[in-house]
């Protein structure tokens, strides 16, 4: 029943390594977000995807890199960690309508690079 | 894109209102006001959102000014679960939300 999932919930990984972080949203909503949270809690948007075209890139490195195989799915690959890698991402899905606009947020993921 | 501003924290009692104020001057005709809180190790989570009118949900209410240049975010009995940091939000031109650093609510039993 979950709406918003990511795996894994923890990663700890070495400097240097290459890691994914998966996220699912079974809402049917056509655009989905990954939002990177730092160690002094600020929530910042790093993509957006609509229907599984990059429409929001915002100044995030190259070593960072959205894919969006389906609608239902946006996953973060991110190439040679390094510690100021590490934070708490945030996948969110949308819903837009005539009296709506929500986003519904996955219960994150906490990087922590070594 | 429009920023908000909100006092850093405040304290209430349990069972009492709560008023978390919002401050939103450079606000443009069509921007919605969104509110979303965020739990201890938990995602943001959506909370009202409104325009120009009044808003009410099961979960709080929106009192919009006049002139829309500030909002209010009414809890009408604040429980333990509602302590939290509540984000007043206007969203970026292509529907992201741009968090500020938000209100950090402690509720006091």
């Known amino acids: 029943d979950t709406a918003v999932s990511q795996t894994p919930k923890y990663l700890v990984t070495q400097m240097g390594n290459d890691k994914s972080i998966k996220c699912e949203q079974n809402l049917g909503h056509d655009t989905m977000y990954w939002y990177k949270q730092d160690s002094k809690k600020f929530l910042k948007i790093m993509f957006s995807?609509?229907?599984?075209?990059?429409?929001i890139n915002e100044t995030v490195p190259n070593r960072f890199s959205p894919k969006s195989p389906d609608k239902a799915h946006l996953n973060l690959h991110i190439n040679s960690l390094e510690l100021g890698d590490s934070a708490v991402y945030f996948c969110a899905s949308r819903s837009t309508g005539a009296s709506t606009d929500t986003q519904y947020f996955g219960p994150g993921t906490r990087l922590t690079v070594l | 894109d429009a920023k908000t501003t909100q006092p850093n924290s405040m304290e209430s009692n349990e069972e009492e209102p709560v008023h978390l104020p919002c401050n939103h001057s450079t606000i443009s005709g069509t921007d919605y006001i969104h509110w979303y809180r965020q739990l201890p190790s938990q995602g943001p989570e959506y909370v009202i959102h409104?325009?120009?009118s009044n808003v009410n949900n099961r979960m709080a209410s929106l009192a919009i000014a006049e002139d829309r240049k500030s909002s209010t975010l009414i809890l009408h009995r604040a429980t333990l679960r509602d302590a939290a940091v509540y984000y007043c939000i206007l969203r970026g031109s292509q529907g992201n939300l741009i968090f500020g650093k938000g209100t950090k609510l402690s509720v006091k039993p």
């Open positions: 409104g325009l120009t």
């Open positions: 995807y609509n229907n599984k075209e990059l429409i």
